[in-house]
């Protein structure tokens, strides 16, 4: 993909193809951005099984012309018998199988809030409209992509003893190959009857009532009570101002806090010109500042240690822009986490623009597929810590950290780009990468996408935390980043799923709308 694409009646983004279709097909036939949403997050949790599943959480960013963004958290807490008791003699939570699922899944929950959102802008499709990609693909087939295969693959020995996992995701105990006709009928059974008795059925209904006693017979601490108290929940987004712009993202638990902080301090550099040395070292010092305060103050919102706010203002960025050695590299690594996303984007004809995401934490979440719903479930409380004394310490009803993060940026001559990616560490640092690159040097939508990227820490898939590079980078470049103390690591692809999956959409005044989808993924952009 070398060129931004441009439509005016509507536009959806995805990582992969048919979830695009998906969304941009309701544009067509009278939907509105967040409709088109639920019809694309419900295919991907179809066709992307090893990035999301509707077992997992999700994250919204709408707006509406004229209006503030309003922002939609949609995770689950922790379990009520999700104790440290439930885990005594355990050094940590597990990371696959039924130990593994102890949080509530809030996806669906975020759809149908998101729904009510937007119930004032006109007639409403049907949710069976909305859902019938998604049911038609779980129960017709999908073809495995390579990225399924590779991460089935690699990740093999954690997940061929979860639950229900072999006989949904293996053949004859192997990956499937790429290009498997891979059908899912529990699942295809579960969305259609979400589609006939609607998105609340699979907390208080007949699909709750069936997730919650095999969660339970497995041996997860998630109980049919969970499910019934659960409620996705409106929340005040945080922003930081800039130049030319106001940049919106998710509050604690996500860590939006670090991409707001990364473009607040990168912008107190000064800095004037892309892809050379100041570029990458100082989105990298930045990353690195935000980092650490978000690893100190990130958490459950009930428990925040001090207020993020506090962080976003110029004052505050400034003071920590002025750390920063223009020249050397400040000693690396702290603390990283893994994750496993899919981020989407939708705007509609009237200029509603949408920045979601839907994960399962790590690739296929648990592992532990429910047999009688095909349910895939999240491993997210993973990320709590089984000491008392951790900032993010795990106890029933506690949200867990989320390196979840949907962005959006009003520009003060009118334009609204939602934008984002997966990748763990990894997000914030390539929605920076791409914001700047488009609305700070010039670069179009697509360039800025498709343009060599580094992470500095951990992906999904990926263990070590040095400074990660993809090969397209001009080597003289490499060289004085090692110089200055960076702990480099030149990747050998020149397009690596380790820098995760990005999009972008852009409408303008005039109601045009440009899209750009990453190379990297599965994924087109889909306009009408």
């Given at each position: 993909?070398?060129?931004?694409?441009?439509?005016?009646?509507?536009?959806?983004?995805?990582?992969?193809?048919?979830?695009?279709?998906?969304?941009?097909?309701?544009?067509?036939?009278?939907?509105?951005?967040?409709?088109?949403?639920?019809?694309?997050?419900?295919?991907?949790?179809?066709?992307?099984?090893?990035?999301?599943?509707?077992?997992?959480?999700?994250?919204?960013?709408?707006?509406?012309?004229?209006?503030?963004?309003?922002?939609?958290?949609?995770?689950?807490?922790?379990?009520?018998?999700?104790?440290?008791?439930?885990?005594?003699?355990?050094?940590?939570?597990?990371?696959?199988?039924?130990?593994?699922?102890?949080?509530?899944?809030?996806?669906?929950?975020?759809?149908?809030?998101?729904?009510?959102?937007?119930?004032?802008?006109?007639?409403?499709?049907?949710?069976?409209?909305?859902?019938?990609?998604?049911?038609?693909?779980?129960?017709?087939?999908?073809?495995?992509?390579?990225?399924?295969?590779?991460?089935?693959?690699?990740?093999?020995?954690?997940?061929?003893?979860?639950?229900?996992?072999?006989?949904?995701?293996?053949?004859?105990?192997?990956?499937?190959?790429?290009?498997?006709?891979?059908?899912?009928?529990?699942?295809?059974?579960?969305?259609?009857?979400?589609?006939?008795?609607?998105?609340?059925?699979?907390?208080?209904?007949?699909?709750?009532?069936?997730?919650?006693?095999?969660?339970?017979?497995?041996g997860s601490p998630v109980r049919r009570g969970d499910l019934a108290g659960y409620a996705a929940k409106r929340v005040d987004p945080l922003s930081v101002r800039l130049s030319d712009c106001t940049v919106y993202n998710l509050p604690p638990p996500t860590q939006?806090?670090?991409?707001?902080?990364?473009?607040?301090?990168?912008?107190?550099?000064?800095?004037?010109?892309?892809?050379?040395?100041?570029?990458?070292?100082?989105?990298?010092?930045?990353?690195?500042?935000?980092?650490?305060?978000?690893?100190?103050?990130?958490?459950?919102?009930?428990?925040?240690?001090?207020?993020?706010?506090?962080?976003?203002?110029?004052?505050?960025?400034?003071?920590r822009a002025a750390t920063i050695d223009r020249r050397t590299a400040l000693p690396w690594p702290d603390p990283a986490a893994p994750g496993d996303t899919i981020w989407m984007g939708a705007v509609d004809r009237e200029g509603r623009a949408v920045s979601f995401i839907q994960s399962v934490y790590w690739e296929f979440g648990s592992g532990v597929v429910l047999e009688d719903t095909g349910v895939t479930w999240q491993n997210r409380g993973t990320s709590f810590s089984l000491d008392p004394q951790a900032l993010n310490a795990l106890e029933p009803g506690r949200l867990p950290f989320h390196t979840l993060n949907p962005s959006m940026a009003l520009f003060d001559d009118g334009r609204v780009m939602p934008y984002g990616t997966m990748g763990g560490e990894g997000q914030p640092q390539t929605q920076a990468a791409v914001f700047t690159r488009y609305a700070r040097f010039g670069h179009s939508l697509q360039q800025a996408v498709s343009a060599p990227r580094w992470l500095l820490g951990r992906t999904w898939g990926d263990v070590t935390t040095t400074l990660k590079l993809e090969n397209r980078f001009d080597p003289a470049l490499v060289s004085a980043l090692r110089a200055a103390g960076h702990d480099v690591e030149l990747l050998e692809a020149a397009f690596s799923d380790t820098m995760g999956h990005a999009g972008a959409l852009v409408r303008h005044p005039d109601g045009r709308i440009e899209g750009a989808v990453d190379p990297r993924s599965d994924g087109i952009v889909a306009g009408l």
């Open positions: 993909m070398l060129h931004t694409l441009s439509a005016l009646g509507g536009m959806q983004v995805a990582p992969h193809h048919l979830a695009a279709q998906a969304g941009r097909d309701v544009l067509r036939d009278g939907g509105n951005a967040v409709e088109a949403m639920v019809a694309a997050a419900s295919t991907i949790a179809v066709v992307y099984p090893h990035m999301n599943a509707i077992g997992g959480d999700g994250f919204w960013l709408i707006h509406e012309p004229g209006q503030a963004p309003v922002a939609i958290a949609a995770c689950g807490p922790a379990a009520a018998m999700a104790n440290r008791d439930f885990y005594a003699g355990l050094d940590a939570i597990p990371a696959r199988g039924p130990g593994a699922a102890l949080t509530v899944a809030g996806t669906i929950g975020g759809w149908d809030t998101a729904l009510q959102a937007a119930a004032g802008w006109g007639a409403a499709l049907p949710l069976e409209r909305l859902l019938a990609d998604a049911i038609r693909h779980a129960r017709d087939g999908i073809a495995v992509t390579a990225s399924q295969h590779a991460l089935t693959r690699s990740k093999l020995d954690g997940l061929r003893g979860a639950p229900g996992f072999a006989d949904v995701f293996l053949v004859d105990g192997a990956p499937p190959p790429v290009g498997h006709v891979l059908r899912q009928p529990a699942l295809a059974h579960t969305l259609q009857t979400l589609a006939e008795r609607g998105l609340d059925d699979f907390y208080r209904g007949q699909v709750g009532a069936a997730l919650g006693a095999e969660l339970a017979r497995l939006g806090l670090a991409h707001l902080m990364i473009l607040g301090i990168f912008e107190q550099l000064g800095i004037t010109e892309a892809e050379g040395f100041d570029y990458v070292h100082g989105l990298v010092e930045s990353t690195k500042r935000a980092f650490r305060v978000r690893d100190r103050v990130v958490t459950d919102p009930g428990r925040l240690p001090a207020d993020p706010r506090g962080f976003l203002t110029a004052a505050a960025l400034a003071e």
